[in-house]
């Protein structure tokens, strides 16, 4: 048995059949193996205005107003809700329906749309010019326990990690980086020879639920920072999210909010940093306003458990006036707008019908969102019913997803799959579609996390065996060319799940965790610093 409780031979012959090296034809119903799959019929009979009407997402159908979704994706919420027992020989199961939570009446604040976007740290650029990277890890932070999750300051200052044993852990990047505490021998005797610096751990807290007047221990499913660490919100097993105090009175939780039923796997700061965008378990993407606490937002259309979620790059105020300069496509104008936006977005929402499909072209503030069981939305966040766009798994592609990037100038998005492939989307071409679609070596098992460098030619992949940084500007990455390999093996992780990558936002480290947060697959409980230098060959 794995860490996460799964019998790897059994769970392949369960999702691909009792050949497992035959991916072809693979797919899975993600939500049944996991112990989700349970049945929300129910909702779609609930009474959600109180006046004897159904709210058109709890209706029956696989049609665009039922499932949330635009662009003709009805096909792929049936096939979703087909699951594999037409080719598999399983029974079929009840068709998935999104979860319909409701927004606080009256609703919190669309906080990016009264707020800029705060000023964001930006990489030398020698960091962004360069053909490619050198990534070595030099850094362990020792922990004998799954990382589900890791958070950083803007400035890299403090790094947080919390994971399966229900403590918030917070490092002091400058120390470790600094080599103030090296790693013993037998510590380093597991690792690569790089790796001699230990992490230099500053503090730890309890990660406390109260459910039922009862405080306990919680695992934590996700992490984010403010900034400048003067607060912290972390995800919980219950549902709950927890703020958390991080200057001053370290460790003190002093607001849960409480509206997800099932473990947080997913917060996203705002832009603005005065909103809170979370995932979780229940299928539900909410938008919350810090401010008041309460939701101003509820994304309904997925059908699983969310993965991912995060907000398009966006440019602080010196970097707008030179894209205004030297930016030549709509994307540049799309990102431009996301920052002069005035108003309160009222016009826009007037003028937004309920069936009315995304525009990337009309919309400036976007949220990207994925789900285990594959499917990736983008939401206009200013709009209070737009339907998302979907982005299409590519052909013979197994339904899962467990992560999704933007590139970082926001015109591409990368999301990894099970079947040993990244697909990459378009943005400004505005498809549903893959451009291409990277493959990995068979071997390497699913792509848990992906990560964008700033160069926008390289990109950080995860999987089962290794750490690997693809070269984007190469075609040999894409289906059916026999060239040169287009991707460099990043040494440190081998063999488990890797939970998450972090990229500095000046580029100086990246930081690795591994962790299964709460799915399947094994971990090593390995959490990695490494250290990034430019490449210009």
Known sequence: MSDGGFNDELLEKELFGADSDDLDGAGMDVDEMIGMGDSVAGLAGEDSAGDGTLDPLRKGGATAEASGVSNGTAAAAAATAEGPGADGGRPQQPPAKPVDIEMDVPPGEITVLTHEAKTRPTA????????????????????????HAVAATASMRWVFTGGEDGYIRKWDMDASAGGKQLLTQGQRHALVDSVSKAGVMASYWDHSDKTEDTEMLSPVYS???????????????????????????????????????KPVSVLRISPDEFGLVSGSWDRAVLYWDLNSGKIARAFAGHVSQISSAEFRPTLAPEQRAIDANGGDDADSSSRRNSQEEDGDGSDLESSTAASQAFDVKAASHVL?????DGQCYLWDVRAAHTLPHALNTAPRTPRWAASACWSVDGTRIYVGRRNNTIDEYDVAMMGSDPVRTLRLPMN???????????????????????????????????DGARAAVPFQIVPGHHGGAISSILVDERSRYMLTTSGNRGWEGSSNNLHLGYEISPLDR
């Open 368 to 372: 990207l969102t994925a789900s285990i």
């Open 444 to 478: 390497s098992g699913p792509v848990t996390a992906v990560a964008a460098m700033p160069n926008g030619r390289s990109l950080v992949c995860a999987s089962t065996d290794n750490v690997r940084m693809w070269n984007l500007a190469d075609d040999s990455a894409s």
């Open 223 to 261: 992490l984010a920072v403010q900034s400048q660490a003067e607060w912290l919100v972390s995800g919980m097993k219950s549902g709950h999210i927890g703020l958390w105090t991080v200057r001053h009175d370290e460790g003190r939780r002093v607001a849960l909010l409480a509206k997800h039923s």
């Open 124 to 147: 030398p650029q020698e960091l962004t010019s360069c053909a490619t990277y050198d990534i070595l890890p030099t850094m362990s932070f020792v922990s004998g326990y799954q990382m």
